[in-house]
């Protein structure tokens, strides 16, 4: 089966320009979670999403970013407009409620580099 | 107030021998999960080992196994017979609450240990 899929994988942008980072969850996942991973900061969930309906986006830093899940199978996080301190790892990850332990399967991140 | 801790930046460990890395929770929610995570330097995140707060047994995945002493609030990993492809970065998480109910799917994440094997 295939895992969750993250595009691209590298992105190098420059400061002020939007930015657009792309996630396919498992198929028959319920939960698809974005999260961003610095050296200084750590792991933070940014937001994430039950059935393709938002339901806690307290981690997202500002109004820059925002998040969507048109459907069951595809979700953005987009930064308008980007900057430095935006240069991060960006994971995708994605559980099934209904097993018991609901563990998350993450994507393979998306480097993002803001110049 | 940290959630998750683990205290230990960095360890290096012969090739072979068994390994305990360090992780304390804090929670008042009685209805908790504990994972481990494994970030090896190509970057992915996979998923190692998983312990529920009514578990009665001690998780084990093959040579990963989770030291879980609730009164102490410890869930220590501990890989048995370490090997070279051991070396990564290592994540103690905490899930509060259960199923369905608001908030329950959130993972909390330690800072990591960075795990290295030498032969």
């Known amino acids: 089966d295939a895992g969750v899929i993250q595009s691209p994988r590298h992105e190098v942008t420059e400061m002020g320009q939007e930015v657009t980072l792309r996630c396919k969850p498992i198929s028959g996942h319920d939960y698809l979670f974005w999260y961003r991973q610095t050296m200084m900061r750590g792991l933070e969930l940014l937001i994430y999403?039950?059935?393709?309906?938002?339901?806690?986006d307290s981690g997202m830093p500002e109004d820059r970013f925002s998040a969507k899940m048109p459907n069951a199978s595809f979700s953005t996080l987009k930064i308008q407009p980007s900057e430095p301190r935006d240069s991060a790892v960006y994971f995708c990850?994605?559980?099934?409620?209904?097993?018991?332990?609901?563990?998350?399967?993450f994507g393979p991140g998306t480097r993002l580099t803001v110049l | 107030a940290q959630k998750i801790t683990q205290t230990q930046p960095g360890m290096f460990v012969q090739e072979k021998e068994a390994v305990t890395l360090d992780c304390t929770y804090d929670?008042?929610?009685?209805?908790?999960?504990l994972f481990w995570y494994k970030q090896p330097s190509s970057g992915e995140m996979i998923f190692l080992i998983y312990?529920?707060?009514?578990?009665?047994q001690n998780a084990t995945e093959g040579r990963y196994s989770l030291n879980f002493q609730k009164a102490r609030k410890s869930a220590n990993l501990v890989i048995s017979a370490s090997q070279l492809g051991d070396s990564a970065m290592y994540f103690c998480a905490m899930r509060e609450g259960w199923g369905v109910i608001q908030g329950a799917q959130k993972l909390v994440f330690g800072q990591g240990t960075r795990l290295t094997i030498n032969p």
């Open positions: 312990q529920g707060s009514y578990d009665q």
């Open positions: 999403f039950n059935n393709n309906v938002p339901i806690d």
């Open positions: 990850a994605s559980s099934l409620s209904q097993k018991p332990r609901n563990e998350q399967f």
């Open positions: 929670t008042s929610d009685p209805s908790y999960g």
